[in-house]
């Protein structure tokens, strides 16, 4: 039997969007030649005793995912406590919170996890978002260290295997180190586009979009600060200092705001208000993945992070590139039928994210068209 290509074509209606596709977007920002995403509103939290959730494929699991309320918001201890002996630290408060109390039954909120803790069990000892071993070789996708989050493992990504908010799995996923690279080193004017900041009280880092224009009433000054030790955020305090009000001015131009949310040792926590450290999707060694990390002096986009310490993990949406550049014209197909072919043959991904069918069902895999009509995979790079 001969394989043929597939070229779609649509009936002649138009079409609006609707309010209800319509949402905030971080960014656009680049991490890659022709790659942009949007970034997700805040960091990626969970609570294992609230409702379910569905995932990519096809079960539905306990407990609810969600992104901060704000971009300042952490967990740290509960509260937004840096450490035992500091109580009255209260920004970036998330209330009934605490990463120290992570279980299959805790009723509040976490946000630093393992490395690949979706809940999908790829064959890994340690897989569920409460998973508190500090054995690295647990957190081993398909039980082999050489597995990323991606291709045949890509259900261990958060954001491809769940639900999140109300958003269907698949919406979100994590960068790869490549990727952080590119937006931090790379990207046009890359080093003028972050800095050291507080924002509502909370340390962290400021990553501008590509195209940024400064709110009315605001500063930014690019860069980490130039001297003190690595944690000490206190030379920050007269350069990148934003309310809650101006901080919703900056977030209203694209500005995305990484909290400096510190980590997690098995139940143990710390560094919360000093140091941020950020899952890529990209494993390095037998005990180390690649992972974004920051204090107030320095940042580091290839930094090797032990995969069974719990960090944060901020979530990233593709941004496809605009239909408007393809302007379907009409063709006669039968006498008084007029339709317009797809923008390019139909491609198909197995284990990318999942997609709704006309019965109701969700499936695995991606359904898109050709970036270009001259596209065709053949055996690949289309030989």
């Not at 004017?189 to 900041?197: E, M, R, T, V, W």
């Not at 501008?208 to 000490?232: E, I, K, R, Y």
């Not at 009000?245 to 995305?256: D, F, I, K, S, T």
């Not at 550049?325 to 317009?340: E, G, L, R, W």
Request: glycine share 12%; charged share 15%; proline share 4%.
């Amino acid at each position: 039997m001969a394989l043929c290509c597939v070229c779609l074509l649509q009936t002649q209606y138009c079409f609006s969007q609707t309010e209800e596709t319509k949402e905030k977007q971080l960014g656009p920002f680049s991490i890659g030649a022709n790659k942009k995403v949007f970034f997700s509103p805040g960091n990626l939290q969970y609570n294992a005793a609230l409702g379910t959730h569905q995932c990519a494929d096809g079960t539905t699991k306990q407990g609810t995912w969600r992104f901060a309320e704000h971009q300042w918001d952490m967990v740290g201890m509960g509260y937004g406590q840096t450490d035992e002996t500091n109580f009255n630290y209260i920004g970036g408060t998330v209330l009934n919170s605490d990463n120290r109390l992570v279980s299959s039954t805790y009723n509040g909120w976490i946000d630093l996890f393992g490395w690949g803790t979706s809940g999908w069990n790829s064959g890994a000892n340690a897989y569920d978002p409460w998973s508190k071993s500090t054995t690295d070789y647990d957190y081993y996708p398909g039980g082999n260290y050489e597995n990323n989050l991606t291709d045949e493992y890509a259900y261990a990504d958060w954001g491809i295997f769940n639900q999140i908010g109300n958003d269907a799995p698949g919406t979100w996923r994590t960068l790869t180190m490549e990727e952080w690279d590119y937006l931090f080193n790379t990207r046009t004017d890359a080093g003028s586009k972050y800095g050291a900041a507080k924002v509502n009280d909370v340390t962290g880092v400021v990553v501008l979009p590509d195209v940024w224009t400064l709110p009315a009433g605001c500063t930014f000054t690019p860069g980490m600060t130039a001297a003190g030790d690595w944690f000490d955020w206190s030379l920050i305090e007269n350069a990148n200092i934003y309310s809650a009000n101006q901080w919703l001015m900056m977030e209203a131009n694209g500005a995305m705001f990484l909290p400096a949310a510190g980590r997690r040792t098995g139940a143990g926590v710390g560094k919360a208000g000093t140091s941020g450290r950020y899952w890529s999707s990209t494993r390095n060694d037998m005990e180390h993945v690649y992972s974004l990390e920051f204090g107030s002096q320095h940042l580091s986009t290839q930094f090797n992070l032990m995969r069974s310490r719990g960090r944060s993990v901020r979530l990233v949406k593709n941004i496809t590139p605009p239909v408007s550049a393809y302007q379907p014209m009409p063709f006669s197909v039968a006498p008084d039928k007029t339709v317009c072919f797809s923008s390019g043959n139909l491609q198909y991904n197995a284990a990318l994210g999942t997609h709704q069918c006309a019965d109701g069902t969700t499936k695995q895999g991606t359904w898109r068209f050709a970036e270009h009509q001259w596209d065709m995979v053949g055996m690949g790079y289309g030989q």
